[in-house]
């Protein structure tokens, strides 16, 4: 009896010692459920700005009236020289998703074929750019995050061919008087390779001189104005886009 006592004993101190998988076990809180989209078309839980309906979700940058670029048969947006596009709606951190084709006839070369740009909050721009045996500066072709950061590879396709970005923006952090206290981040997918890997961004987009870090400055030649809309750049060329979509981050 005694024997079995100890044994017992015995076994119960090496159950306490023994590694306890359900330690390290987390069940709250449980993760959201959102049905994936099928291929490239939006989750459940996107914010859809452009599906080929209508420019409901934009105004015209410039002046703050109706978007007014051309929508086509084929529910896709052709850029029109009257100004860039804004979202109605701000957002800071997003997952964006957007579909853009440089036009089939090439004309120019360098920065003048098929240029265009997706900009966040006003500030922070990922060219787009007919970048297919075109060369120009490294940190302005496509994918670059312009005039700061060149993509690791071209993943370009030809001229009139539909191609994708899958943005991930992460927004900077100011402090209450408007100084950067976290610099915001961007991954970039093109045509689903990975050409910028979670970047620290500098600051502002600059045609020319250097980035701005100050919480109400904004890129010198997107406008004046201190928003966080989502821009897409007329650059005076007939870039087109289709299923465009966001998710708050």
């Not at 044994?7 to 101190?13: K, N, V, W, Y």
């Not at 998988?21 to 452009?50: H, Y």
């Not at 360098?110 to 120009?136: A, C, H, P």
């Not at 502002?204 to 897409?232: D, H, R």
Request: zero cysteines; glycine letters at 10%.
């Amino acid at each position: 009896m005694r024997y079995l006592l100890i044994l017992f004993g015995f076994h119960l101190l090496i159950s306490q010692d023994k590694p306890n998988p359900k330690l390290t076990e987390i069940w709250e809180p449980e993760p959201e459920i959102v049905t994936p989209g099928i291929q490239s078309s939006a989750p459940s839980d996107a914010i859809v700005l452009f599906d080929g309906e209508d420019l409901s979700k934009w105004k015209n940058a410039r002046g703050g009236g109706d978007a007014s670029w051309i929508i086509n048969d084929d529910k896709t947006m052709t850029v029109t020289r009257n100004g860039g596009i804004e979202t109605i709606e701000e957002f800071g951190s997003v997952q964006l998703h957007v579909e853009w084709k440089t036009p089939l006839k090439m004309e120019g070369k360098g920065q003048g074929r098929g240029n265009s740009g997706i900009i966040f909050q006003r500030r922070y721009e990922v060219q787009i750019l007919d970048s297919y045996k075109n060369r120009t500066y490294s940190n302005g072709q496509a994918a670059s995050i312009y005039k700061q950061y060149a993509p690791l590879v071209n993943a370009s396709k030809p001229p009139g061919e539909w191609q994708t970005y899958d943005i991930i923006f992460m927004e900077p952090e100011f402090n209450e008087i408007g100084i950067m206290t976290k610099r915001g981040r961007l991954t970039v997918f093109h045509n689903g390779i990975l050409v910028q890997n979670n970047i620290e961004i500098l600051g502002t987009t600059e045609f020319i001189g250097m980035p701005k870090t100050g919480k109400n400055e904004v890129s010198g030649y997107m406008g004046k104005e201190t928003k966080k809309a989502l821009y897409i750049q007329d650059h005076g060329n007939p870039v087109s886009y289709r299923n465009i979509w966001l998710r708050k981050l």
